[in-house]
C-alpha cells in the first residue's frame, strides 16, 4: 500500500530564515505531486505541483519555492520566511490526474 | 469561473440526529467530485468519488450523492467520533495548463454531542 510522510508537524521560525519542508511517497512510482496551504477560512490553496522528477508548476507567486530531486520526494522551500507564510502546509500526491489527491498530515508552520 | 461552495459552515447534531451537507458548484464539464474528512491539525482523508449525475457512494453512515449542481453528503445516526471538517472538491474536464487540480470548497465543521 502507498503512504505519504511529511516532517516536521510542527515549525516555529524567525522572520527572515530559511524554510524546507520535505515529503515522501512510497509504494508507488511517478506520482503527481503537490504542495497546499490551509488558512483558516479560507480552504485548501494550492501551491505547487510536480508530475515528474525536475518538473514544477507554481499556482500563485509568493516567496516559496519547490523542487523534485527525487521521483518520491517534494520539497518546499523558502530562502526567507516572511510572517504571511504562517499557515498548516499540506503535501499530498495522486497516481495521475484522473485518481483521487491523497494527503499527508501536515505542517504547522508559524513564522514569529 | 470553476467554484466550489459548501454549506452549512457549521452544523452541530445530537448523536443519532442524521443530517446532510451540501456542496454546489460550477464547472466546466465535472470530471468527478471527491469527498474528504479533516480531523484538527490532521491533513484530508480521502472518502468518495463521484463522477456523475445520479451516482451514489457509501461508507458506513455516510452516503454521498452527485447532481448536475450539487453534491450531497447524508450523515445517517451520527456518533462523536463522525466530528471532524467534511471538504468538497471537484476536478474540471479540461486540464489545460492545470493538469486537472482540484478545485476545494472551504469546508462544513461537524460536532457531534453524545
Known amino acids: 500500500s502507498q503512504t505519504i510522510h511529511q516532517w516536521p508537524a510542527t515549525l516555529v521560525q524567525p522572520v527572515g530564515s530559511p524554510l524546507s519542508l520535505e515529503c515522501t511517497v512510497e509504494g508507488t512510482s511517478n506520482p503527481n505531486l503537490y504542495w497546499y496551504r490551509q488558512a483558516a477560512g479560507r480552504g485548501l490553496q494550492l501551491l505547487f505541483y510536480?508530475?515528474?522528477?525536475?518538473?514544477i508548476s507554481s499556482e500563485v507567486p509568493q516567496n516559496l519555492s519547490a523542487s523534485r530531486p527525487q521521483d518520491r520526494q517534494f520539497i518546499l522551500s523558502s530562502k526567507k520566511l516572511l510572517l504571511s507564510d504562517s499557515g498548516f502546509y499540506l503535501c499530498a500526491w495522486r497516481r495521475d490526474r484522473n485518481s483521487p489527491l491523497h494527503f499527508g498530515n501536515g505542517t504547522r508552520l508559524t513564522v514569529t | 469561473e470553476d467554484q466550489v461552495t459548501q454549506s452549512p459552515e457549521a452544523l452541530r447534531l445530537q448523536e443519532g440526529e442524521s443530517s446532510s451537507l451540501n456542496c454546489s458548484y460550477t464547472?466546466?464539464?465535472?470530471?468527478?467530485l471527491f469527498w474528504y474528512r479533516q480531523d484538527p491539525g490532521k491533513g484530508p482523508e480521502f472518502l468518495f468519488t463521484l463522477y456523475s449525475a445520479g451516482e451514489e457512494k457509501e461508507k458506513e453512515r455516510l452516503k454521498a450523492t452527485l447532481t448536475k449542481k450539487e453534491s450531497f453528503l447524508h450523515i445517517t445516526a451520527p456518533k462523536p467520533e463522525d466530528s471532524a471538517t467534511y471538504l468538497c472538491?471537484?476536478?474540471?474536464?479540461?486540464?489545460?495548463?492545470?493538469?486537472?487540480?482540484?478545485?476545494f470548497g472551504k469546508g462544513t465543521k461537524l460536532s457531534v454531542k453524545p
Open positions: 510536480s508530475v515528474g522528477i525536475g518538473q
Open positions: 464547472v466546466s464539464g465535472l470530471r468527478g
Open positions: 472538491a471537484v476536478q474540471a474536464g479540461y486540464y489545460g495548463g492545470s493538469q486537472g487540480n482540484l478545485i
